[in-house]
């Protein structure tokens, strides 16, 4: 149980184009996702809070214009990159809180996003 | 602003041996408390949540959680190789939402 998907695992796209990343949550209902990016050797760093049917919340230095969330349904999430640059490249990570009980969060495998 | 700190390590134990992983955190609020694994290259997995003063087991894992101390650790008895990994203690944020505050990781190695 509690798992959670990612697509792509793996993306490279050229400077100045948009990258969308779908998670979903297959087997529970995820009343919030969360999106982290974290960098070669450094520790998770929380993007956005988003909740289903409103809209996200971003972390203080997130820039919401780039970094579109959308949370459609209880299961679906999508975080697009816009007019992504080479510094944007890093891995993208989303988790799934069921809301149940504690804050627990169950992690999708992450997007390894490249750009040239 | 709350914290979760961690040794980063990295914590050297042989093969068999307990490892032992602490975590200190900053909100006297939170109630529950999660370790997660995370392996070089991969998302971090879930392996224990704790919401009570004590211990908890499964299986080869023992969190323990002293909410007077604000600490929380994780041992894992006869480490193994695969064992290998950065554990990440993460506290349940008291604002709600579901957020955790994530310490920064302790990085595990398990030596044949």
Redesign the interface.
């Known amino acids: 149980g ?1 798992v959670v998907s990612q697509h792509p695992s793996r993306v490279i796209c050229k400077s100045g184009t948009s990258v969308k990343i779908e998670c979903r949550s297959l087997d529970f209902q995820a ?2 996702m ?1 999106w982290y990016r974290q960098f070669p050797k450094q ?2 760093m ?1 993007m956005a ?1 988003s ?1 289903e049917g409103s809209k996200a ?1 971003y972390e203080q230095g997130v820039e919401k214009d780039k970094f579109l969330i959308n949370h459609a349904s209880l299961t679906l999430s999508t975080l697009t990159v816009t007019s992504a640059h080479p510094e944007d490249s890093s ?1 993208y ?1 989303c988790s799934a ?1 069921p ?1 149940t ?10 997007t390894r996003l490249t750009v040239l | 602003q709350k914290e979760v700190e961690q040794n980063s390590g990295p914590l050297s134990v042989p093969e068999g041996a307990i490892a032992s992983l602490n975590c200190t955190y900053s909100d006297r609020g939170s109630q529950s408390f999660f370790w997660y694994r995370q392996y070089s290259g991969k998302s971090p997995e879930l392996i224990m949540s704790i919401y009570s003063n004590g211990d908890k087991e499964d299986g080869r894992f023992t969190a323990q959680l002293n909410k007077a101390s604000q600490y929380v650790s994780l041992l894992i008895r006869d480490s193994q190789p695969s064992d290998s990994a950065t554990y990440l203690c993460a506290g349940g944020d008291t604002g709600g939402g579901n957020k955790l505050t994530f310490g920064t990781g302790t990085q595990l190695k398990v030596e044949l």
């Not at chain 1, 009980?101 to 992450?110: I, V, Y």
Request: net charge negative.
């Open positions: 509690a009343t919030t969360f520790s998770l929380l809070t909740n919340t891995f990570i809180s809301g009980g504690g804050n627990e969060q169950f992690f999708g495998p992450g």
